[in-house]
Protein backbone atom coordinates (compact mmCIF):
# COMPACT_ATOMS: atom_id res chain seq x y z
CA UNK A 1 0.00 0.00 0.00
CA UNK A 2 3.13 2.42 0.55
CA UNK A 3 4.12 1.96 -3.21
CA UNK A 4 2.96 4.14 -6.35
CA UNK A 5 2.81 2.35 -9.72
CA UNK A 6 3.81 4.95 -12.89
CA UNK A 7 2.62 3.27 -16.17
CA UNK A 8 4.36 4.71 -18.81
CA UNK A 9 2.76 3.75 -22.21
CA UNK A 10 3.32 4.10 -25.83
CA UNK A 11 -0.64 2.79 -26.41
CA UNK A 12 0.98 1.14 -29.89
CA UNK A 13 -1.42 -1.04 -32.01
CA UNK A 14 -1.30 -3.74 -29.38
CA UNK A 15 -2.36 -0.94 -26.33
CA UNK A 16 -5.86 0.36 -25.04
CA UNK A 17 -6.54 1.83 -22.32
CA UNK A 18 -9.46 -0.30 -22.25
CA UNK A 19 -7.16 -2.99 -20.73
CA UNK A 20 -6.48 -0.19 -17.97
CA UNK A 21 -10.31 -0.26 -17.01
CA UNK A 22 -9.46 -1.11 -13.21
CA UNK A 23 -7.05 1.36 -12.25
CA UNK A 24 -6.94 4.05 -13.97
CA UNK A 25 -8.68 6.01 -11.53
CA UNK A 26 -7.18 4.37 -8.53
CA UNK A 27 -4.81 6.73 -6.59
CA UNK A 28 -1.79 4.80 -6.47
CA UNK A 29 -1.67 4.54 -10.21
CA UNK A 30 -0.24 7.16 -12.72
CA UNK A 31 -0.84 6.74 -16.33
CA UNK A 32 1.15 8.49 -18.97
CA UNK A 33 1.01 8.12 -22.53
CA UNK A 34 4.91 8.29 -23.76
CA UNK A 35 8.10 6.76 -24.96
CA UNK A 36 10.74 4.81 -23.00
CA UNK A 37 13.13 6.54 -26.05
CA UNK A 38 12.03 9.84 -25.09
CA UNK A 39 14.79 10.27 -22.42
CA UNK A 40 13.17 14.07 -21.11
CA UNK A 41 10.19 12.63 -20.34
CA UNK A 42 11.33 9.56 -18.39
CA UNK A 43 13.93 11.51 -16.63
CA UNK A 44 11.02 14.38 -15.50
CA UNK A 45 8.37 11.18 -14.47
CA UNK A 46 11.46 9.50 -12.17
CA UNK A 47 12.52 12.86 -10.22
CA UNK A 48 8.31 14.09 -9.96
CA UNK A 49 7.74 10.63 -8.88
CA UNK A 50 10.54 9.75 -6.63
CA UNK A 51 10.67 6.65 -8.99
CA UNK A 52 12.77 3.93 -7.17
CA UNK A 53 12.68 1.20 -10.02
CA UNK A 54 12.22 0.42 -13.22
CA UNK A 55 10.22 -2.71 -14.33
CA UNK A 56 10.71 -3.08 -18.24
CA UNK A 57 7.69 -4.78 -19.72
CA UNK A 58 7.94 -2.58 -23.23
CA UNK A 59 8.62 -4.15 -26.26
CA UNK A 60 7.48 -4.53 -29.93
CA UNK A 61 6.82 -8.18 -29.39
CA UNK A 62 5.17 -10.15 -32.22
CA UNK A 63 8.10 -11.94 -34.22
CA UNK A 64 5.55 -12.05 -37.36
CA UNK A 65 6.18 -8.01 -37.51
CA UNK A 66 9.49 -8.51 -36.67
CA UNK A 67 10.41 -10.62 -39.77
CA UNK A 68 8.31 -7.85 -41.71
CA UNK A 69 9.54 -4.83 -39.79
CA UNK A 70 12.72 -5.27 -37.87
CA UNK A 71 13.64 -1.94 -37.43
CA UNK A 72 11.10 -0.96 -34.54
CA UNK A 73 11.69 -3.82 -32.74
CA UNK A 74 15.62 -2.51 -32.15
CA UNK A 75 14.55 0.84 -31.38
CA UNK A 76 12.20 0.45 -28.98
CA UNK A 77 13.53 -3.30 -27.41
CA UNK A 78 17.50 -2.59 -27.80
CA UNK A 79 17.43 1.38 -27.87
CA UNK A 80 14.47 2.15 -24.91
CA UNK A 81 16.09 -0.37 -22.98
CA UNK A 82 19.38 1.42 -23.29
CA UNK A 83 17.48 4.85 -22.81
CA UNK A 84 16.15 3.28 -19.80
CA UNK A 85 19.60 1.82 -18.70
CA UNK A 86 21.07 5.40 -18.65
CA UNK A 87 18.69 6.80 -16.90
CA UNK A 88 18.40 4.32 -14.19
CA UNK A 89 22.21 4.46 -13.53
CA UNK A 90 22.36 8.25 -13.73
CA UNK A 91 19.54 9.01 -11.64
CA UNK A 92 20.46 6.58 -8.81
CA UNK A 93 17.44 4.12 -8.95
CA UNK A 94 17.83 0.97 -6.69
CA UNK A 95 16.77 -1.60 -9.02
CA UNK A 96 16.40 -2.23 -12.92
CA UNK A 97 13.83 -5.49 -13.69
CA UNK A 98 14.41 -6.14 -17.37
CA UNK A 99 11.15 -8.43 -18.74
CA UNK A 100 12.85 -10.88 -21.35
CA UNK A 101 11.62 -13.80 -22.91
CA UNK A 102 12.80 -17.75 -23.75
CA UNK A 103 13.08 -16.86 -27.22
CA UNK A 104 16.52 -15.46 -26.51
CA UNK A 105 17.87 -18.84 -26.04
CA UNK A 106 16.97 -20.20 -29.94
CA UNK A 107 15.30 -23.54 -30.32
CA UNK A 108 15.10 -26.81 -28.38
CA UNK A 109 15.29 -29.89 -30.10
CA UNK A 110 12.81 -33.08 -28.56
CA UNK A 111 14.80 -32.95 -25.25
CA UNK A 112 16.17 -30.98 -22.50
CA UNK A 113 14.77 -27.46 -21.10
CA UNK A 114 16.21 -23.89 -21.10
CA UNK A 115 17.92 -22.56 -17.97
CA UNK A 116 20.02 -19.67 -17.11
CA UNK A 117 23.20 -20.74 -18.21
CA UNK A 118 21.91 -21.90 -21.84
CA UNK A 119 23.86 -19.71 -24.65
CA UNK A 120 21.92 -16.79 -26.03
CA UNK A 121 21.02 -17.94 -29.64
CA UNK A 122 18.16 -15.90 -30.92
CA UNK A 123 16.59 -16.95 -34.24
CA UNK A 124 14.35 -14.02 -35.51
CA UNK A 125 14.62 -10.16 -35.65
CA UNK A 126 12.11 -10.08 -31.92
CA UNK A 127 14.25 -12.31 -30.06
CA UNK A 128 17.77 -10.78 -31.37
CA UNK A 129 16.20 -7.43 -29.91
CA UNK A 130 15.58 -8.96 -26.55
CA UNK A 131 18.98 -10.95 -26.47
CA UNK A 132 20.67 -7.42 -27.54
CA UNK A 133 19.04 -5.67 -24.47
CA UNK A 134 19.44 -8.41 -21.38
CA UNK A 135 23.57 -7.99 -22.74
CA UNK A 136 23.04 -4.34 -22.20
CA UNK A 137 21.16 -4.63 -18.77
CA UNK A 138 23.78 -7.39 -17.93
CA UNK A 139 26.57 -4.65 -19.02
CA UNK A 140 25.20 -1.94 -17.20
CA UNK A 141 24.95 -4.25 -13.86
CA UNK A 142 28.94 -5.63 -14.66
CA UNK A 143 30.45 -2.17 -15.86
CA UNK A 144 29.12 0.11 -13.46
CA UNK A 145 27.44 -1.68 -10.89
CA UNK A 146 23.70 -0.96 -11.70
CA UNK A 147 21.56 -2.91 -9.45
CA UNK A 148 19.24 -5.39 -12.27
CA UNK A 149 17.57 -8.43 -12.59
CA UNK A 150 16.35 -10.03 -15.54
CA UNK A 151 13.29 -12.39 -15.90
CA UNK A 152 12.87 -14.74 -19.05
CA UNK A 153 9.15 -15.88 -19.11
CA UNK A 154 7.98 -18.31 -21.62
CA UNK A 155 4.48 -18.13 -23.65
CA UNK A 156 2.08 -16.06 -21.62
CA UNK A 157 -1.50 -16.43 -22.16
CA UNK A 158 -4.98 -14.75 -20.17
CA UNK A 159 -7.31 -11.95 -20.59
CA UNK A 160 -6.42 -9.23 -22.53
CA UNK A 161 -3.75 -9.97 -24.78
CA UNK A 162 -3.66 -8.49 -28.27
CA UNK A 163 -5.69 -10.62 -30.78
CA UNK A 164 -2.45 -11.82 -32.87
CA UNK A 165 -1.07 -14.10 -30.29
CA UNK A 166 -1.97 -17.52 -30.94
CA UNK A 167 -4.66 -18.34 -28.28
CA UNK A 168 -6.92 -15.03 -28.65
CA UNK A 169 -6.55 -15.15 -32.18
CA UNK A 170 -7.39 -19.20 -31.83
CA UNK A 171 -10.68 -17.77 -29.69
CA UNK A 172 -11.69 -14.85 -31.92
CA UNK A 173 -11.62 -16.62 -35.10
CA UNK A 174 -13.76 -19.83 -33.76
CA UNK A 175 -15.73 -17.67 -32.12
CA UNK A 176 -16.58 -15.90 -35.73
CA UNK A 177 -16.56 -19.44 -37.53
CA UNK A 178 -13.56 -18.85 -39.15
CA UNK A 179 -10.92 -20.80 -40.56
CA UNK A 180 -8.27 -20.80 -37.52
CA UNK A 181 -4.42 -20.39 -39.34
CA UNK A 182 -2.12 -22.88 -37.87
CA UNK A 183 1.53 -23.07 -38.86
CA UNK A 184 3.26 -25.85 -40.86
CA UNK A 185 1.90 -28.94 -39.43
CA UNK A 186 1.18 -27.47 -35.84
CA UNK A 187 3.79 -29.05 -34.19
CA UNK A 188 5.62 -26.37 -32.73
CA UNK A 189 6.19 -26.71 -29.21
CA UNK A 190 5.90 -23.82 -26.60
CA UNK A 191 5.86 -23.64 -22.65
CA UNK A 192 2.45 -22.37 -21.49
CA UNK A 193 2.20 -19.69 -18.51
CA UNK A 194 -0.32 -17.71 -17.36
CA UNK A 195 0.08 -14.12 -17.32
CA UNK A 196 -1.12 -14.11 -13.13
CA UNK A 197 1.72 -16.76 -12.42
CA UNK A 198 3.81 -14.52 -13.86
CA UNK A 199 3.37 -11.38 -12.73
CA UNK A 200 4.06 -12.94 -9.41
CA UNK A 201 6.97 -14.25 -10.56
CA UNK A 202 8.24 -11.06 -12.04
CA UNK A 203 7.37 -9.30 -8.96
CA UNK A 204 8.79 -11.76 -6.60
CA UNK A 205 12.54 -11.21 -8.94
CA UNK A 206 11.35 -7.04 -8.50
CA UNK A 207 11.42 -7.57 -4.81
CA UNK A 208 13.69 -10.67 -3.56
CA UNK A 209 15.80 -11.45 -6.60
CA UNK A 210 19.55 -11.25 -6.48
CA UNK A 211 21.39 -8.41 -8.07
CA UNK A 212 22.57 -9.38 -11.16
CA UNK A 213 21.00 -12.45 -11.90
CA UNK A 214 18.66 -14.18 -14.57
CA UNK A 215 15.32 -16.34 -13.37
CA UNK A 216 13.88 -18.69 -16.30
CA UNK A 217 9.83 -18.76 -15.45
CA UNK A 218 7.79 -21.29 -16.56
CA UNK A 219 4.57 -22.79 -16.49
CA UNK A 220 5.77 -26.80 -16.77
CA UNK A 221 2.98 -27.05 -19.49
CA UNK A 222 4.33 -27.56 -22.79
CA UNK A 223 1.86 -28.08 -25.17
CA UNK A 224 2.12 -28.27 -29.34
CA UNK A 225 0.34 -25.16 -31.38
CA UNK A 226 -1.90 -28.15 -33.00
CA UNK A 227 -2.79 -29.27 -29.73
CA UNK A 228 -3.67 -25.66 -28.07
CA UNK A 229 -5.62 -24.62 -30.96
CA UNK A 230 -7.93 -28.14 -30.84
CA UNK A 231 -8.74 -27.62 -27.30
CA UNK A 232 -9.80 -24.01 -28.09
CA UNK A 233 -12.04 -25.59 -30.36
CA UNK A 234 -13.51 -28.11 -27.79
CA UNK A 235 -14.07 -25.73 -25.32
CA UNK A 236 -16.63 -23.83 -27.78
CA UNK A 237 -17.67 -26.71 -29.06
CA UNK A 238 -16.36 -26.12 -32.61
CA UNK A 239 -15.32 -28.45 -35.02
CA UNK A 240 -12.11 -29.43 -35.94
CA UNK A 241 -12.25 -28.88 -39.81
CA UNK A 242 -12.27 -25.07 -38.79
CA UNK A 243 -8.31 -25.63 -38.44
CA UNK A 244 -6.29 -24.09 -41.65
CA UNK A 245 -2.85 -25.02 -41.93
CA UNK A 246 -0.96 -22.14 -43.95
CA UNK A 247 2.60 -22.04 -44.97
CA UNK A 248 4.87 -21.72 -41.86
CA UNK A 249 6.86 -18.75 -41.17
CA UNK A 250 10.51 -17.72 -41.42
CA UNK A 251 12.98 -19.53 -39.04
CA UNK A 252 10.28 -20.98 -37.19
CA UNK A 253 11.81 -21.99 -33.56
CA UNK A 254 11.15 -25.88 -32.81
CA UNK A 255 10.37 -25.94 -28.98
CA UNK A 256 10.45 -23.84 -26.12
CA UNK A 257 10.63 -25.11 -22.70
CA UNK A 258 11.73 -23.64 -19.33
CA UNK A 259 13.69 -25.08 -16.20
CA UNK A 260 12.13 -22.96 -13.78
CA UNK A 261 14.24 -24.51 -10.86
CA UNK A 262 16.26 -21.31 -10.02
CA UNK A 263 13.23 -19.64 -9.28
CA UNK A 264 11.72 -22.39 -7.49
CA UNK A 265 14.85 -22.88 -5.44
CA UNK A 266 15.82 -19.09 -4.11
CA UNK A 267 12.15 -17.17 -4.18
CA UNK A 268 10.22 -19.82 -3.64
CA UNK A 269 7.85 -19.00 -6.46
CA UNK A 270 5.81 -22.19 -8.39
CA UNK A 271 3.17 -21.73 -10.77
CA UNK A 272 -0.24 -21.89 -9.45
CA UNK A 273 -2.39 -21.86 -12.21
CA UNK A 274 -3.44 -25.15 -13.91
CA UNK A 275 -3.05 -25.23 -17.90
CA UNK A 276 -6.56 -26.57 -18.19
CA UNK A 277 -7.93 -24.68 -15.75
CA UNK A 278 -6.54 -21.59 -17.12
CA UNK A 279 -7.30 -21.98 -20.58
CA UNK A 280 -10.81 -22.21 -19.39
CA UNK A 281 -10.62 -19.30 -17.73
CA UNK A 282 -9.32 -17.40 -20.68
CA UNK A 283 -11.51 -18.80 -23.51
CA UNK A 284 -14.54 -18.06 -21.12
CA UNK A 285 -13.04 -14.29 -20.88
CA UNK A 286 -13.44 -14.03 -24.20
CA UNK A 287 -16.41 -15.14 -24.82
CA UNK A 288 -17.44 -13.17 -22.35
CA UNK A 289 -16.01 -10.15 -23.75
CA UNK A 290 -16.27 -9.94 -27.74
CA UNK A 291 -16.92 -6.56 -27.96
CA UNK A 292 -13.26 -5.75 -26.49
CA UNK A 293 -11.76 -8.17 -29.13
CA UNK A 294 -13.44 -6.61 -31.72
CA UNK A 295 -12.69 -3.25 -30.32
CA UNK A 296 -9.31 -3.34 -30.01
CA UNK A 297 -8.83 -5.35 -33.14
CA UNK A 298 -10.95 -1.98 -35.01
CA UNK A 299 -8.81 0.27 -32.89
CA UNK A 300 -5.58 -0.96 -34.60
CA UNK A 301 -7.04 -0.90 -38.26
CA UNK A 302 -7.61 -4.70 -38.29
CA UNK A 303 -3.82 -4.64 -38.40
CA UNK A 304 -3.52 -8.48 -36.80
CA UNK A 305 -1.72 -10.83 -39.27
CA UNK A 306 -4.32 -13.78 -39.23
CA UNK A 307 -1.50 -16.01 -38.12
CA UNK A 308 -0.99 -18.14 -35.21
CA UNK A 309 3.06 -18.61 -34.19
Do not use: M
Not at 65 to 86: K, Q
Not at 117 to 136: C, E, F, M, R, V
Not at 183 to 195: E, I, K, Q
Not at 224 to 239: C, S
Request: with cysteine; charged share 25%.
Amino acid sequence: PELTVVNLDALTYAGHRANLADCLDHPRHVFVQGDIRDAGLVEELVRRHGIEGILNFAAESHVDRSISGPRAFVETNVGGTLNLLVLARELGLKRFLQVSTDEVYGSLGAAGRFTEDTPLAPNSPYSASKAGADHLVHAFHHTYGLDTVIVRSSNNYGPCQFPEKLIPLAIRHALADRPVPVYGSGANVRDWLHVEDNCRAIWAAHTRGRAGEVYNVGGGNERTNIEVVHAILARLGKPASLVAHVADRPGHDLRYAIDAGKIARELGWRPAVDFADGLDRTVDWYREHREWIEQVATAAGNRDTGKSH
